[in-house]
């Protein structure tokens, strides 16, 4: 898509780097740059506003990423792009099947409802989510206790993963000495649980349990 837009060589594109290595490899093989922005940290998604900070002369466009079933802004980030005439190329893996979309949400409601010492997803009305992921943050001393609130739940039987361990700007290929504070908060807090299509409703109730029952004893940040 980029290179069919005319974007290539010399071009810097804008990226989150609270995602995977995908979109920052695809402005490489187009050719261009690929320039890094925080994130909003309410939808995980590029933020306009420090993507707006980061264009120069040689920006060309800027890619958001859907991330984890959330719509980025796309509002917001068109009208940055406009003021400066430049592209914004969306990067979305497909979604499955309307039903497997419909017994996703259904499971996230069920977690959002019962989930107790850990940060939810944002549910705003105005939010589109298909919960690819469900992804939580876990309060507390960041990745210490993230990383241990993980090993508790598994040895619970709980099926979770840490959805970004690093950010793409910290990773050898992409390596840029910046600071983008909410995406380094980010990969230290997030947790990703379980709530595919597939996942049955005793799962589910373990989950929330486990959670729950570990919540309480993690120090909260002031």
């Known amino acids: 898509m ?7 060589s010399g071009d810097e594109v804008v990226v989150p780097s609270y995602a995977t290595t995908d979109a920052a490899e695809a402005v490489r ?21 420090s993507v707006a900070a980061t264009l120069t002369l040689r920006t ?31 990067y979305e893996p497909p ?14 409601q069920y977690l959002h409802a ?17 919960y690819r992921s469900y992804v939580v943050r876990v309060p507390g001393n960041g990745r210490p206790d993230r990383d241990a609130f993980v090993r508790a739940l598994r040895s619970r039987g709980v099926r979770c993963h840490v959805p970004v ?3 793409v700007h910290r990773t050898p290929a992409f ?7 909410e995406t380094e908060r980010a990969a230290d807090q997030c947790l990703a649980l379980p709530v595919d299509a ?13 959670c729950n029952a570990l919540g309480g004893l993690l120090p909260v940040a002031a």
């Open 198 to 210: 597939g996942t049955t409703h005793r799962e589910l109730h373990r989950v929330a349990a486990a």
């Open 114 to 130: 019962r989930l107790k010492g850990v940060e939810t997803p944002d549910t705003a009305p105005d939010t589109e989510h298909s």
């Open 95 to 108: 979604e499955p099947a309307d039903e497997d979309v419909r017994r996703r949400r259904a499971n996230a």
């Open 2 to 8: 980029l290179t069919a837009a005319g974007v290539g």
């Open 60 to 90: 060309a466009a800027v890619m958001p990423i859907h991330l984890f079933g959330r719509r980025a802004d796309l509002a917001g980030l068109r009208a940055v792009a406009e003021k400066r005439g430049l592209l914004v190329v969306e």
């Open 165 to 167: 361990q690093t950010p």
């Open 29 to 49: 093989r187009a050719g261009a740059v690929p320039v890094f922005a925080d994130i909003d940290p309410r939808s995980l998604c590029l933020d306009p506003d």
């Open 175 to 181: 390596r840029r000495e910046l600071w983008l504070a």
